[in-house]
């Protein structure tokens, strides 16, 4: 195994080992964060049947956004070995947690129930079947939230079958009977798992035991489904029938899709619906099999009876129905009255704080965990709404729950050229780290950005996870003046550092108080000093500039043509050596 793997993600240590692939905790060195990298074994790298299983799974998850789906960040090989990168989760599996506290409070088997059917509803929208819900595949975060994970054997709507064997793939514990049977699976495959995962969160055990694997698939196909109400009788009606309806042998006598079983979740608490009536029918599974289910477990066989027999029995059925009528007509009118119903008020737009007040003002309650969702209209805290929703009459004392919105997904723009302090303002309430880096660049001005590396422009964001940004902002000029710059003419000394990309400017030097000996003695047009002074550390900024100065050609001395005019001329000698002074 190479300790990077495609340029990018530096292996830490290995976190699991499953039947296909190992998994490693990696390092994005590019993002500068944790990732959980799922690398196919070596040894099933050339088995056509892993490798799509393998692809699958990869097209399946990368496809879906959903805060309950493990996040797919990147798909890719190098040197023969495939590789899935996916959001980094720090916590334990559904199954540790019910394995290490046992069977769970029906608050927060209907809050993790409600994550986990959003989830299936999302993918099943995107036409993704998973085929092996089960606590192992599903992740609980420190913050109580979980996320599905494990797309392995997950059928796309328009996917062909692997093998005849890949139909029963999965977990037996949790497989709906069409499956056992090696029948599709489909959306009310998942539905049916999902029921079994209801039911282990509060009892804190599968509903079947057996020897083998085929044991338990048989008792998934012909015995009656456990009632959770003998484990716990306290349970709200309400939960019995979601979960009996759930795990159905008959596919279709279960919800037709998650959108069904989201909704019934999202009111199964409600006081109103504590002690609706027991779900009981006479149903038949998918094989042919007659079962009479009732939720206290009792399944009972009818005998072949005579023509008469079945008469009379139909008649007392039938007195028996009139009677049962005759009852609840009484107790309509004379039971006590339950206290009036409350409409839920619309609270989109209202902090969490402000929503509680209004409930708690109308006598209802709230739950004590939220469901998140990202939203286009309310900003991160903000109430999106309710559920049940506005306007569904509740009883008084009822438990709402409250939809937070975590912001908007945040598309990254293109911040080139850009002040980097407006930039970090644009950012500063993004879930974004920040990093700079400085560069000089002479078209991009001083403090703008010159270019951003790690999220780039057009990236999607989500508020509720963190990423890493680096800016390269231009900066100042940094170099030493070069030492050589006295007695260079000034012409040569300007060209000289403004190609070093240094601002020069230039200073004549006076000479109106010097004398015509010390105006003879200077050196004209060439550089005498420098401020900065040459050999110093010199930063190149909007106010900077090296002065050069020099004595001007101007202040050059004339030729000493007017002294000689001044003094007098000696007298001509004659050739007799008299002169005309003599004369």
């Known amino acids: 195994m190479n300790s990077i793997i495609g340029e990018r993600y530096r292996i830490v240590k290995k976190i699991g080992t499953g039947g296909m692939a190992d998994v490693y905790l990696a390092l994005d060195t590019v993002l500068n964060r944790e990732v959980a990298l799922k690398v196919l074994r070596g040894d099933l790298s050339h088995d056509p049947v892993a490798l799509l299983r393998f692809q699958r799974e990869a097209n399946a998850a990368s496809g879906l956004n959903h805060q309950s789906i493990v996040e797919v960040y990147d798909v890719g090989e190098d040197e023969g070995q495939h590789y899935i990168v996916m959001e980094m989760i720090r916590g334990t599996t ?107 969160l509060l009892t804190g055990d599968v509903p079947y035991r057996g020897e083998t694997p085929v044991e338990i698939a048989m008792k998934h196909m012909r015995e009656p489904f456990p009632s959770v109400m003998k484990f716990n009788p306290t349970l709200p009606n309400s939960i019995a029938n979601i979960i009996a309806r759930a795990t159905h042998k008959n596919r279709t006598h279960r919800y037709a899709n998650m959108k069904e079983f989201v909704e ?75 206290p009036s119903d409350i409409e839920i008020p619309d609270l989109a737009g209202l902090s969490v704080s402000e929503a509680k007040e209004h409930l708690a003002n109308l006598g209802l309650n709230y739950a004590p965990s939220y469901l998140y969702e990202i939203s286009d209209k309310y900003e991160d805290g903000k109430l999106i709404g309710t559920k049940p929703e506005k306007g569904t009459k509740v009883l008084k004392g009822d438990q709402i729950k409250l939809i937070v919105s975590q912001g908007k997904i945040y598309t990254v723009e293109d911040f080139t050229g850009k002040s980097v302090n407006d930039v970090k303002a644009i950012l500063s309430d993004k879930n974004i780290n920040i990093k700079t880096t400085s560069e000089y660049s002479s078209s991009v001005p001083t403090g703008h950005i010159i270019r951003q590396e790690g999220l780039m422009p057009g990236d999607k964001i989500k508020p509720e996870q963190r990423y890493d940004i680096v800016l390269v902002v231009s900066s100042d000029k940094e170099l030493v003046l070069p030492g050589d710059l006295i007695g260079k003419s000034i012409a040569d000394a300007k060209a000289q550092l403004e190609g070093l990309g240094v601002e020069v400017t230039t200073s004549e030097l006076p000479t109106q108080n010097l004398s015509i000996s010390e105006l003879n003695s200077l050196s004209y047009g060439t550089v005498i000093r420098s401020n900065p002074m040459p050999g110093s550390y010199y930063i190149q900024n909007s106010g900077n500039s090296v002065t050069l100065y020099y004595y001007s050609e101007s202040s050059r001395p004339k030729e000493e043509a007017d002294e000689k005019e001044e003094k007098p001329s000696e007298p001509e000698e004659k050739p007799d050596g008299s002169n005309d002074r003599e004369a």
């Open 94 to 200: 559904l199954k540790q947690l019910v394995h290490r506290r046992g069977a769970l409070d029906k608050y927060e088997s209907v809050a993790i129930m409600q994550q986990l059917a959003s989830a299936l509803q999302h993918a099943h929208a995107a036409h993704v079947i998973h085929r092996d819900i089960k606590p192992q595949n599903i992740l609980v975060k420190d913050d109580g939230t979980v996320k599905i994970t494990d797309f392995g054997i997950a059928l796309a709507g328009d996917a062909i079958q692997l093998t005849k064997s890949d139909s029963v793939l999965g977990s037996v514990h949790y497989m709906a009977p069409e499956c056992s049977r090696g029948e599709g699976a489909g959306e009310q495959s998942d539905v049916y798992s999902l029921g079994v995962v209801f039911y282990e």
């Open 264 to 338: 019934d979740l999202d009111t199964c608490l409600l006081e109103s619906r504590a002690d609706e009536p027991l779900w009981e029918a006479t149903m038949e599974s998918d094989d042919g099999t007659k079962l009479i289910e009732k939720l206290n477990g009792v399944t009972e066989t009818l005998p072949n009876q005579s023509k008469p027999k079945k008469k009379r029995k139909m008649i007392v059925g039938a007195s028996l129905l009139a009677l049962v009528i005759i009852i609840f007509s009484i107790w309509m009118i004379f039971a006590p009255k339950k």
